[in-house]
């Protein structure tokens, strides 16, 4: 039985940051590590995402891909300082070299480079890096995880995707930040539908009325036209109450709902 149940398994979330842009004592900014036996893949990259990591003792050597879901600095500001701590810890351990791929939307490539011709002047760290751009509905293999991707609605002047990450037929689907226009939904929700996990931006302050992401209730109603199994609410910020935030998920979505904290992990 142990044995069957661990080869259903679709690997392990750990949710590193829930929160948003700024940092509270209990929300780092978005950061999310899907695991399946040595394969280790990191979605988004934002402020605290390498001191999570330290707490749960996953050394930076060991990451094997990077998904960013769009260019907003919460979910790539320590993208570059996570490439210098990998070069350096490479010469300090003496570290076999590991290929890091790292993955975004479309022009993802041109902005990466931009940034490292800033931040590496001298052209280190010289271990190999792949780029890859992942186009609306495209997918990559990253050790026996299947990645894909979707766009979502969230910026007028850049491209933003959604990806899934799946495994003997479990899946967990995050879909970046995204707001309310559920007629742009539809390669996400064609994609997603009925995965395992849904992990949705929540960070719409339930008491505004625009925004450019989601509140917990439209949340909830993405959710339902998906029909996940598990809904996490997730990119908090501190102005909505976890009671609030289930109570109004629930309004629109029948299926179990999850509140993200740091840390938290859940077996997909
Ligand atoms: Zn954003
Ligand atoms: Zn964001």
Redesign the pocket.
């Known amino acids: 039985m142990l044995s069957e149940a661990k080869s259903a398994s679709g690997g392990k979330l750990t949710i590193l940051g829930s929160g948003?842009?700024y940092l509270t004592p209990e929300r780092s900014c978005?950061a999310y590590l899907v695991e399946e036996g040595n394969t280790k893949v990191l979605l988004d990259c934002g402020a605290g995402a390498m001191t999570q990591l330290a707490k749960i003792k996953v050394k930076v050597t060991d990451l094997d891909a990077v998904f960013i879901t769009h260019q907003?600095a919460?979910?790539l500001g320590e993208l570059l300082s996570l490439i210098l701590a990998i070069y350096v810890a490479n010469i300090y351990y003496k570290a076999e070299e590991k290929k890091l791929t790292i993955v975004g939307p479309e022009k993802f490539k041109e902005n990466y480079n931009k940034l490292f011709e800033v931040l590496f002047p001298e052209k280190n760290p010289n271990f190999q890096i792949e780029i890859l751009e992942l186009v609306n509905g495209s997918s990559v293999k990253v050790g026996h995880l299947k990645v894909e991707s979707a766009q979502v609605p969230h910026s007028q002047i850049f491209k933003a995707n959604a990806y899934k990450v799946s495994h003997n037929n479990r899946s967990i689907v995050y879909t970046g930040?995204i707001d309310n226009r559920p007629n742009e939904w539809g390669d996400l929700v064609k994609m997603a539908q009925k995965c395992n996990y849904l992990m949705v931006?929540t960070?719409r302050p339930i008491v505004w009325e625009q925004g450019y992401?989601l509140q917990p209730k439209q949340v909830g109603e993405l959710a339902s036209k998906i029909e996940a199994k598990n809904l996490i609410l997730t990119?908090l910020t501190d102005l909505n109450k976890e009671g609030e935030l289930m109570a109004e998920a629930k309004k629109s979505f029948s299926g179990n709902v999850i509140v993200a904290k740091d840390l938290m992990e859940i077996n997909i």
């Open positions: 948003v842009a978005p907003h919460d979910h930040d931006d960070c992401h990119h």
